[in-house]
């Protein structure tokens, strides 16, 4: 058996190949989506007098919040002293869950389409290449489900941690009846939201492309061939 590398761009014209180039792309803008964000909320304080303070909540990626100070050291608003105070919350192990499952699929997908492109007539001449190709891609496809869930929980976790409520509750001024606080510019989560869209994508995509890697196994050929054999042994001869 010949294994050396032969160019051959027609697998991408088929389905097997042109949904692992789709795959690519979709681990691309699931990780570049989330990946290098980062974002500002302000915080409007009206103090009982009438005067009014700001704060900025600065938060990004990977959304360890319990690490990000809303107030540092010692500082005095509406009059009162308020000590170093942390946002409330840490979606990393979510957010880096999902990324690092993207940044699997990429290379993945490099690779796959490597081997279809050059080393087809290898890959089809073999048991291996399409078990082990199936295999990964059931084992992807339930990793995007998981992490995708995860994450869309982790994001929604950051909304509610850098929201109006969530500086009320973690700001100790805000629980006093005397100071209202309350956040009056958001930082756009737009490319979140995506991410998380592009993470159940990316898993209905692999899905599908499931079938078309079953089809190119011994289990899928070994099926078609038992078929015409079941059905002759089903006929029955026509009474003399």
């Not at 690490?67 to 608003?77: D, E, H, K």
């Not at 001449?125 to 994450?151: E, H, K, M, N, R």
Request: overall charge neutral.
């Amino acid at each position: 058996m010949v294994t050396g590398f032969r160019l051959n761009l027609s697998p991408l014209k088929e389905p097997l190949g042109f949904i692992k180039l789709v795959e690519w792309l979709t681990a691309i803008f699931a990780f570049g989506s989330c990946g290098g964000y980062s974002g500002k909320n302000i915080i409007s304080l009206v103090c009982g007098d009438g005067t009014n303070e700001t704060l900025d909540a600065n938060f990004h990626y990977p959304f360890r919040l319990s690490q990000v100070p809303l107030i540092v050291g010692n500082a005095t608003l509406c009059n009162r002293s308020v000590t170093t105070t942390y946002l409330v919350g840490d979606s990393a192990s979510s957010v880096e869950f999902f990324v690092g499952v993207a940044i699997v699929c990429f290379l993945y997908s490099m690779v796959a389409l490597l081997v279809y492109l050059g080393y087809m007539h290898v890959y089809k001449d073999s048991d291996f290449g399409p078990i082990f190709d199936v295999v990964i891609t059931a084992i992807l496809v339930f990793l995007w489900l998981v992490c995708s869930s995860a994450w869309a929980k982790g994001l929604q976790n950051v909304k509610d941690a850098t929201d109006t409520a969530g500086i009320g509750s973690t700001l100790a001024l805000c629980k006093g009846g005397n100071v209202t606080c309350e956040v009056t510019e958001f930082a756009s989560m737009r490319t979140l939201n995506i991410s998380v869209v592009f993470g159940y994508l990316n898993m209905l995509v692999w899905a599908s492309n499931g079938w078309f890697v079953y089809k190119e196994t011994r289990w899928h050929s070994l099926k078609i061939s038992s078929q015409p054999a079941a059905a002759g042994r089903q006929q029955v001869p026509a009474a003399m």
